[in-house]
């Protein structure tokens, strides 16, 4: 069982900027493709981002994230980040951090394959 934490969140203005970190204290990420999921209240949790094994880093976005939010990673630090930009009211949620049992990709609708889980961090936009 992957131990994951997210940091990061916090208040931001519309058009504002965060980013997120996913970490694992005891595990390497290298060999899981991680995902970046959402949750509003009220709201059924959406995946916003994949990346892939490190040795890949192939990356997936939401539609309504594309040009907007980065995932990347850095293996020596062990961590994948999401970099948002340009938020909108919109992209206030709950932002949690997911392990998939398998290295690549697989879609993020389909939150069954992604199996260990942070506690999330809180992402709020307003004025």
């Known amino acids: 069982q992957l131990q994951l934490a997210e940091s990061g969140g916090g208040l931001v203005q519309p058009g504002g900027s965060l980013r997120l970190s996913c970490t694992a204290s005891?595990?390497?990420?290298?060999?899981?493709?991680i995902g970046w999921f959402r949750q509003a209240p009220g709201k059924e949790r959406e995946g916003v981002s994949c990346?892939?094994?490190?040795?890949?880093?192939?990356?997936n976005y939401a539609d309504s994230v594309k040009g907007r939010f980065t995932i990347s990673r850095d293996n020596a630090k062990n961590t994948v980040y999401l970099q948002m930009n340009s938020l909108k009211p919109e992209d206030a949620a709950v932002y949690y951090c997911?392990?998939?049992?398998?290295?690549?990709?697989?879609?993020?609708?389909?939150?069954?394959?992604?199996?260990?889980w942070g506690q999330g961090t809180q992402v709020t936009v307003s004025s």
């Open positions: 005891r595990t390497t990420l290298d060999y899981y493709a």
């Open positions: 997911a392990a998939n049992q398998r290295p690549w990709c697989t879609p993020m609708s389909d939150i069954r394959s992604y199996t260990d």
């Open positions: 990346i892939s094994r490190s040795s890949t880093s192939s990356t």
